[in-house]
């Protein structure tokens, strides 16, 4: 299984930027790094998703190390409605593992 | 609202018995997953279908099984019920299987055993 490290946990200064770290040293090449998140009482919500580029969209920002070994979840502004579980997984074209993911606190 | 329904929200049985959960994925999604969330545990990952076939199995126990149907609408079959199964049943679905396609996740079911 497509195995992935996240801190436990995170907080953060509300209206500060937000940088979520995620380990897969043992992704392969074809393997897509996936983000999602869970607020209290929802199922997970879908938030980014790349290869090896850089990617944005209007919800986060997406690094991915140039060895693909490692990527960072980007908040650019927080606010309090981002507190969430942040769960980062390899999507591989068969069953999606999803880890413990990172609690994001957000400081007011 | 992410156009997955999952019917009933809200499920209370005894310790043995049967019950059925529903899935109807996003309109032109052909894959359904399912995954179990327990108190402060993570999403266990169970099973998925692509248009009608199983597709890959997480460990699911054999008291459980699903199935899709042709109008790709899902259902998790869970029976001899434990106190252990007290969980949320959440189903995702995807437009493909292909690893770059997003998973869409209902908001759950949440199964309470008695």
């Known amino acids: 299984d497509a195995k992935t490290t996240q801190p436990n946990s995170m907080e953060s200064n509300e209206e500060e930027p937000v940088h979520l770290p995620c380990n897969h040293s043992t992704i392969s090449g074809t393997d897509y790094i996936h983000w999602y998140r869970q607020l209290p009482s929802q199922g997970p919500e879908y938030v980014i998703h790349g290869l090896t580029s850089n990617v944005n969209n209007r919800m986060a920002s997406l690094a991915i190390a140039e060895d693909r070994k490692s990527s960072t979840l980007i908040l650019h502004r927080a606010t309090l409605r981002d507190a969430a579980v942040y769960y980062c997984i390899l999507n591989r074209d068969d069953k999606i593992i999803f880890g413990k993911g990172t609690r994001l606190h957000i400081l007011p | 609202d992410s156009g997955v329904t999952q019917t009933p929200k809200h499920l209370i049985t005894a310790t043995g018995q049967r019950v059925t959960l529903r899935c109807s994925p996003r309109s032109g999604d052909l894959s359904v997953y399912w995954y179990q969330q327990s108190l402060d545990q993570g999403l266990q990952f169970l099973i998925q279908y692509y248009n009608g076939e199983e597709r890959a199995k997480g460990n699911i126990l054999e008291r459980f099984s699903a199935q899709q149907f042709p109008d790709l609408h899902s259902e998790l079959n869970l029976s001899s019920l434990e106190l252990g199964d007290s969980a949320l049943y959440f189903c995702?679905?995807?437009?493909?299987?292909?690893?770059?396609?997003?998973?869409?996740f209902g908001n759950g079911t949440r199964l309470t055993v008695t």
């Open positions: 995702a679905s995807s437009r493909w299987t292909k690893s770059n396609s997003p998973l869409h």
